[in-house]
């Protein structure tokens, strides 16, 4: 089976521009979450989509938001970006939504704010 | 109380010997840790992972040792190689969501 899937890999932008993020899960899987990785904060939680409804937001501003398709693809979206957005973004999915489900992550978007 | 506290930040360790990471948290309402690995590039990945019903769980050179009194849980690498050279991370969740809370990391430097 294939892992969880993310592109692009790597992303350079400007300030005040906006991105989008897509994550592909593992096939039969529903549920998928996004986190932000820095040196500085670490691993944080976005967002977690389940049958293509937000279940759950972290502490992030309005800037950052997300979406599901029927086919439980993932995007999330940056807009405005700052230089504080340079991140490594990484998607985990899981075939249900529950604290002992097993998430698998895919390698992440580095996404470099200039 | 959603913090998830690790230590240490770092941690040096010569081939054979046992790596030790340790994490303590506050939130009672968390009902599983796991633990993930993540070498450079790449996404974290599940190592194993414990429910504060037991005590401690073993797979392999890996064990998890819970404290539910003490709110503390650590991993345990016993006959610690190279390639187990990665940050790990210790994390917590709870009820329905999937939202995982992570520690700040240990990177592990096993020596030759």
């Known amino acids: 089976k294939a892992g969880v899937t993310q592109t692009p890999r790597y992303l350079i932008k400007t300030r005040g521009q906006q991105v989008t993020l897509s994550c592909s899960p593992i096939s039969g899987h529903r549920s998928v979450s996004w986190y932000q990785q820095t040196p500085g904060q670490g691993l944080q939680f976005l967002f977690e989509?389940?049958?293509?409804?937000?279940?759950n937001k972290g502490n992030f501003p309005g800037r950052f938001s997300g979406r599901q398709f029927s086919n439980s693809r993932s995007e999330m979206n940056v807009s405005t970006l700052e230089l504080g957005d340079s991140a490594l973004y990484l998607c985990a999915s899981s075939l249900n939504r529950g604290s002992q489900e097993t998430q698998y992550f895919g390698p992440g978007t580095r996404l470099l704010v200039l | 109380q959603q913090q998830v506290k690790q230590s240490p930040q770092s941690l040096i360790v010569q081939k054979g010997g046992i790596s030790i990471i340790n994490c303590a948290y506050e939130?009672?309402?968390?009902?599983?840790f796991p633990w993930y690995q993540q070498f450079p590039g790449k996404g974290p990945a599940l190592l194993i992972a414990i429910r504060p019903d037991v005590s401690e769980k073993k797979e392999g050179r890996f064990t998890i040792s819970f404290n539910k009194s003490a709110k503390q849980f650590s991993l345990h690498i016993m006959d610690s190689q190279p390639g187990d050279s990665a940050t790990y991370f210790c994390?917590?969740?709870?009820?329905?969501?999937?939202?995982?809370?992570f520690g700040t990391g240990t990177l592990l430097a096993v020596q030759p």
């Open positions: 939130n009672t309402a968390f009902d599983y």
């Open positions: 994390a917590a969740s709870s009820g329905a969501t999937n939202k995982l809370i």
């Open positions: 989509y389940f049958s293509e409804t937000q279940r």
